[in-house]
Structure formats: structure tokens, C-alpha cells
């Protein structure tokens, strides 16, 4: 308390927040996959049409962040572990890709394939976890704390940008 007074508190980590996200994210996935063994017979799907866009936007800005912000600065202070970066990245292009091709296909719900959104939701929660006990615990060991202040900005400043 009295370091937070004299404004000495410890800075927040834009890792801590990254993850924050995940799990707002896993909260929708699980949204969805339940909706999903109630709807393998029915046309009624409207909700989880709703859910899955609205986790494939939420999904398109965190990957924004994590790619312009805090991969460049991973890549700078985790050299001997540029590979978990880059194969982060790689994910990301590919789970990205595939969330935009089913939310293509959910206007015609007699296209949508189930054990596909599945596949994609399991794939999303793998890589969540290799993010938050792999990577992030990496870069919260290997970034310097006192660029986390600048990190947290430049996440916020991104994210206003993509509300306007």
C-alpha cells in the first residue's frame, strides 16, 4: 500500500494482460462448444453463428497486438528462443485463416462443418496454453520490467485505433 502511494508499485505486465484475454477467450470457446453438442441436429444456430464471429474479431485484435507490440520485443530479448516466437506467429496465421473461413461459411449453416469448429477450438485452446505457460513465462523473465509501461501503451493505443 504505501509503495503504491509514493508510486513505486510494480508496473502492470502486458503478458498479464495478453493472458487476461485468453481466458475471456476460453469463457467463449467453451460458450461455443456447448452450443455446438446442442445443435448437431438442428438448424438453430443463430446464437452460436453470433458467438463464434464474435470470438473470431475478439481473436483478430489480440493477434494484432501480440504481433505488432509484444512479438517485436519478444524477439529482441528471447534470442535463444526465437523459434517458440516464430512458431507462435505461424499459429496465429493459421488459426486466424481458419476462423475467417468458417465465419465465411456460417451464413449458410447447411456448409458449416462441425468437427471443423471443433478441430479449430482445440487448436485455439493449445496454443493459448503453449502462450501463456511457455512463451509468456519466457518474456516475463527475459523482457526488462521497465519496458512493460511502454508495451501496455502501445496495446491500448492499438486497441482505441481499432474501436474508430
Not at 456447448?34 to 474479431?57: A, F, M, P, V, Y
Not at 526465437?82 to 473461413?101: C, D, L, Y
Amino acid at each position: 500500500m504505501l509503495l503504491q502511494l509514493l508510486g513505486m508499485h510494480k508496473q502492470i505486465s502486458p503478458m498479464s494482460i495478453l493472458t487476461k484475454e485468453h481466458e475471456a477467450m476460453l469463457s467463449m470457446v467453451h460458450e461455443i462448444e456447448r452450443d455446438l453438442d446442442s445443435i448437431k441436429n438442428s438448424t438453430q444456430n443463430t446464437g452460436t453463428r453470433e458467438r463464434i464471429t464474435n470470438l473470431s474479431e475478439f481473436l483478430q485484435r489480440h493477434i494484432l497486438k501480440e504481433e505488432q507490440v509484444v512479438f517485436p520485443v519478444l524477439l529482441r530479448h528471447l534470442e535463444q528462443d526465437k523459434p517458440v516466437v516464430n512458431t507462435m506467429h505461424e499459429e496465429h496465421e493459421r488459426i486466424g485463416a481458419e476462423f475467417q473461413s468458417i465465419v465465411a461459411h456460417l451464413s449458410k449453416p447447411s456448409s458449416v462443418d462441425l468437427q471443423r469448429i471443433h478441430d479449430i477450438l482445440d487448436m485455439l485452446k493449445s496454443h493459448i496454453s503453449k502462450e501463456d505457460n511457455v512463451l509468456f513465462w519466457l518474456a516475463e523473465i527475459r523482457v526488462p520490467p521497465h519496458l512493460y509501461g511502454i508495451l501496455v501503451k502501445q496495446m491500448d493505443a492499438m486497441e482505441e485505433q481499432v474501436k474508430h
